[in-house]
């Protein structure tokens, strides 16, 4: 079998193909991605070379460059994802996340191959208590999750509608390797690392449902092969933190592993203005995942921090190439003008 892949030199992308290529070496992949500014060719160095993987750059919403590669099966990861530059500039979440989903959902179509849809958590919107199961409605808050909802319902209509094999999963927050530092927990990590301000927005008590790379890299395999056509799929870590007690854990475990003084870490901690539209909290219950595909977290949170902490000490060039380029630019557009509270 010969799988698309899309967005595979991103966080989770990389982290599923090297998953994927182990436990399938059966299989061929081809690695389709744009390498925007959150793509990183260096993520997958240690895969570029083998026979049964091909990468290509190129976008999702190019139709003639789908229609000329060949393959049997689509998991589509590409995606615009960072919430703060959706509410920056909406325009690229629905070209790259709505317009590229119909793209792969009509290459799906036409060759009547399966396609798995790998939504989020963030289209349900924000849950003051209980648990988002696969009926809860869709109501996303930021243009992020709006351009994911509207990918996701694209996938639904295109089963209900052609009949395409359609599976979608939506998953709560991920760490781990290779996460680029713009989101939360790199950010943290980063930031103590260079002794900079360590930013908290609003009151730093909104709560995130977080979950291991590699256990939700687990889950898309098994959604893959054994998914039921048309069914979505809520993938959690049974994890829910708040991010305040996610930052001090953090600077902890990196004063604790880099040797640094750990009150000196926490007085880096900066809260700063909210995010507009903030959602509170996020909680999944993945219980259909562990019912009907035996599936369920395997990475508990303490080792899943400080399996990732270790890493990015042990990968500072990774992360300090990407902070010195283009993304230095960006996160003074961010947090240049967003003085603390
Ligand atoms: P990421 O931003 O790290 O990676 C996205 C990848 O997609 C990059 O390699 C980028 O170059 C590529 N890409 C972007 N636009 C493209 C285009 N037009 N054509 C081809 N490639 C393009 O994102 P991530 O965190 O790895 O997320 C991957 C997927 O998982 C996304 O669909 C996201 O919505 C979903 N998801 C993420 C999380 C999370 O916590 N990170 C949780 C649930 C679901
Ligand atoms: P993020 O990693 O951007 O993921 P998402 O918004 O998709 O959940 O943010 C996780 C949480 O951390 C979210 O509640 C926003 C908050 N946050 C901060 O407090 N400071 C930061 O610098 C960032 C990037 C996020």
């Known amino acids: 079998m010969k799988v698309l892949i899309t967005g595979g030199a991103g966080f989770i992308g990389s982290n599923f193909i090297r998953h994927f290529i182990s436990a399938h070496p059966g299989y061929e992949v081809v ?122 319902l694209l996938a639904r209509a295109f089963h209900e509608t052609y009949g395409v094999d359609v599976v979608i999963t939506r998953c709560s927050n991920n760490y781990g390797p290779y996460q680029f530092p713009e989101k939360l927990m790199p950010l943290v990590i980063a930031n103590a690392i260079g002794s900079k301000a360590v930013p908290v927005y609003g009151d730093g008590m909104n709560i995130r449902d977080w979950i291991y790379v590699i256990d939700h890299c687990r889950a898309v395999d098994i959604v893959f092969h054994k998914g039921r056509s048309g069914d979505v799929y809520n993938i959690g870590g049974k994890n829910e933190q708040r991010n305040i007690d996610i930052v001090k854990k953090l600077l902890v475990e990196v004063a604790r592993k880099g040797g640094m003084p750990e009150e000196r870490l926490l007085d880096l901690i900066l809260f700063v203005k909210d995010r507009p539209g903030h959602d509170r909290r996020y909680a999944i219950d993945p219980s259909k995942m562990e019912r009907e595909l035996c599936w369920g977290p395997e990475t508990g949170f303490d080792d899943g921090i400080a399996k990732t902490v270790e890493w990015y000490l042990a990968n500072r060039g990774w992360w300090q190439r990407i902070i010195s380029g283009e993304y230095q630019s960006y996160y003074e557009m961010q947090y240049g003008k967003r003085a603390g509270s």
């Open 31 to 152: 690695n389709l991605d744009k390498l925007t500014y959150a793509g990183n060719f260096e993520n997958l160095t240690d895969i570029e070379a083998l026979s049964n993987y091909t990468f290509v750059r190129g976008d999702v919403c190019d139709r003639q460059l789908i229609d000329s590669l060949k393959f049997d099966a689509i998991i589509h990861f590409a995606a615009e994802s960072h919430v703060d530059r959706s509410i920056i500039d909406a325009s690229p979440f629905l070209q790259t996340n709505v317009i590229g989903t119909q793209v792969l959902l009509e290459a799906a179509r036409k060759r009547g191959c399966r396609m798995l849809h790998v939504s989020t958590d963030e289209v349900y919107g924000s849950i003051e208590t209980g648990l988002f199961t696969e009926e809860s409605p869709v109501m996303p808050n930021s243009p992020y999750a709006a351009s994911k909802a509207s990918s996701d």
